[in-house]
């Protein structure tokens, strides 16, 4: 089975300190709250990639708030890694970015086999290849980027690598819809 690594937060949730209307649900982790909304149609996005590939949700956030978050998703069959399984970022980012990196290799030894869907292109400047740049969600009740994913996804899985220029893959993933 091919696999899959989805970043978590701006991808899939977002989170803030803040409570932010009647969506957001709290979570209490080491002493700090979290408020967490789930982007529109997440849980069947989640629930169709795992269908597909071998999934890993990697966060930068620490487990024990990846943990929190996931036990309220409830979806049982994907392997969740914090920022304890990244490393350090070499050469840190100079313009405030994240200082981690998501490391494939820790993973899979073949590239041509494992794909990143993330919102930071930081993650997979070393391996520009195998990341697919999504657009950085955080709360818009109208976004439809995991739905439309899912069926660029579909089609990538059957690839025979699915290591290829993904920069375009809205407008192909458009292409492939239409037909
Ligand atoms: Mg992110």
Known sequence: MKKLVLD?????????TQVMGVNSVPFTVNDTTFY???RPRAKEFLKFVRQKFEVCVWSTGKQAYLDAVWDYIALDGFTL????QCRQADPPPANGGEPYEKPLRQLTDDLSQIVLVD???SMFAKCPLNGILCRTWRGDPHDTELEHLSYYLEWL???PSMQRD???WRLETLCLRSR
């Open 8 to 16: 978590f937060d701006e991808t899939l949730v977002y989170s803030s």
């Open 36 to 38: 967490t909304m789930l």
């Open 81 to 84: 890694w914090g920022r304890e």
């Open 119 to 121: 919102n930071s292109p």
């Open 157 to 159: 899985e059957r690839q």
């Open 166 to 168: 993904h920069h375009a």
